[in-house]
């Protein structure tokens, strides 16, 4: 069935429904959904695992007229887009944790089609304040970047002073605007990447009695200057939480995008859109019903739904060593050709087998020549569990060799293996004596070492061969072609 999703109704709501389709992509953000009275719910929801996140826009221009009190101008565009917006949010929450149906028509025709698990539910009320960015700049010469500044603490009325908000730290909402929303959305771009983001901020707002910034952008710098050497994880605050009280210094963002690691951390990540690429495809199928086989990303999970959960940075990785293998692939005029290469996952436990295959004088394709990609995929899948038996979740992709393919599909399994019998093992065992997986003498091993803001510039090469052609002769880039 296709699944038709709004775009958006006014130029604002497009916008945030854009960035949110970037990040949580296309199968876990539905703009403009309702309620069972057929009254909107929220502007934009989108839903991936526990997290849900409930998006509001709002626009006034009350702040432009010049004609009036700023401090009246002021009074009356917060009571608009943020008080009235926030009392709504807490009743979208109220409204999601009480089960009842949420639709993507005001008709109540069409259901979300993604199940919203209740138990251990984890929510995010995300307010989009625009019309304030001018004032701000014109009101004072400090405002550099006209960012809201945000109060989150025991409040007792509103700021009395203009473009600064209390937030009640015990309900809290998160507030972007128009400066910083693209940053954040650009800056975050997976779920991993916000959710992580948002769960910090919630510890750091509920652990201290007032937390107070210039700016959501300054709070993200600081945020990523701020890692554990334990864990890895960025925090915000202190290591040691011993704190009552946190100001964080306006034009922290300023100072962040200009240190080279950050720098290099964009140049890094450009490869990394390759994996978003070969997700988004298959979502879209999703959506257009178009789809070919039993699975479905929206049913839980599935291969789609691991690799969304990939960091960006992890992502990065991945689209590097997939390419490198595309580039690999032996050049052989024998009949049948393959190349499988396994990748560890972020998540411990779970891993990627990616399978190549180069198959002469195949008849139907998809009929027979899918069905036996499809059929090795999943020997694959076994034979990586029998040689990794850590393993819980195997994620399998399988594509033509691009060096010998034009066009190009793909095939995507998970085999969830927590629980692997002695037969399960000994099946696929035996399923791969002909294929022989894993046990052949060609086997070779690259070790990668991985960080999320890389401390030293890519080389000359390392650039170059961000630009190399395809392998497939199309003469575009190996991000923009057979990672499709």
């Known amino acids: 069935m296709r699944i038709v ?16 389709e970037r990040s949580f992509l296309k199968l876990w953000s539905y703009p403009n959904v309702f309620k069972d009275d057929r009254d909107e719910l929220c502007d934009l929801l989108a839903v991936f695992e526990n997290h849900v996140f409930i998006f509001f826009d709002r626009d006034s221009q009350v702040l432009s007229k010049k004609d009036k009190d700023p401090l009246v101008n002021w009074n ?18 109220r409204y999601i944790r009480s089960g009842r149906g949420i639709f993507l028509d005001n008709n109540l025709q069409v259901p979300l089609p993604i199940h919203i698990n209740r138990e251990n539910i984890i929510i995010h009320k995300i307010i989009v304040a625009h019309g304030a960015k001018q004032a701000c700049e014109e009101f ?34 998160h507030i972007f605007d128009s400066h910083n929303l693209p940053i954040i959305f650009h800056e975050l771009d997976t779920f991993w990447d ?9 510890e750091a707002i509920k652990s201290c009695q007032s937390l107070v910034y210039c700016g959501e952008e300054d709070l993200l710098a600081h945020y990523f200057f701020n890692v554990d050497d334990s864990s890895g994880e960025h925090f915000i ?10 100001v964080i210094a306006e034009g922290e963002w300023d100072h962040f995008t200009k ?36 699975d479905s990303p929206l049913r839980g999970e599935s ?11 992890f992502r990065r990785m991945l689209s590097q060593n997939i390419i490198r293998v595309i580039r690999d692939f032996p050049e052989s005029q024998d009949a049948v050709t393959r190349s499988l290469s396994f990748f560890p996952s972020f998540y411990e436990g779970t891993g990627y087998v990616f399978l190549q295959l180069k198959i002469a004088g195949t008849g139907s394709y998809n009929n027979e020549h ?26 399998g992709i399988a594509i033509d060799a691009p060096k010998y393919s034009r066009g190009n599909s793909e095939d995507f399994i998970l085999l969830n293996c927590a629980s692997w019998s002695d037969d399960d093992r000994k099946q696929y065992e035996e399923l791969n004596k002909e294929v022989n997986f894993f046990n052949t003498t060609n086997l070779k091993e690259h070790r990668v070492r991985l960080a999320e803001f890389p401390n030293t510039k890519l080389s000359l090469e390392e650039k170059a061969g961000r630009n190399d052609p395809c392998p497939c002769g199309s003469g575009r880039k190996y991000k923009k072609c057979c990672m499709r």
């Open 5 to 20: 999703k709004s775009k958006g109704v006014t130029a604002t709501e497009t916008l945030l429904a854009n960035l949110c």
């Open 76 to 93: 009356r565009w917060r009571k608009k887009v943020i008080d009235d917006q926030t009392r709504t949010a807490h009743g979208a929450e």
């Open 140 to 173: 004072s010469d400090n405002n550099v970047f006209g960012s809201l500044g945000i109060i989150y603490g025991d409040i007792d009325g509103p700021f009395p002073f203009p473009f600064i908000i209390n937030i009640d730290r015990n309900n809290p909402v």
């Open 194 to 202: 916000l959710s992580s983001y948002l769960d910090k901020k919630c």
């Open 237 to 246: 605050g202190t290591p040691s939480k011993e704190f009552d009280h946190l």
């Open 259 to 294: 240190q080279d690691f950050y720098l290099n951390k964009k140049l890094e990540d450009e490869i990394s859109y390759a994996w978003d690429e070969l997700i988004q495809q298959t979502c879209q199928n999703t959506l257009d019903g178009t789809l070919l086989g039993d």
């Open 303 to 313: 291969a789609i739904h691991e690799m969304a959960k990939e960091p960006r940075f």
């Open 370 to 395: 899918r069905k036996k990609r499809q059929g090795l995929l999943q020997i694959a899948c076994g034979a990586a569990k029998n040689k990794f038996p850590h393993l819980q979740k195997v994620v």
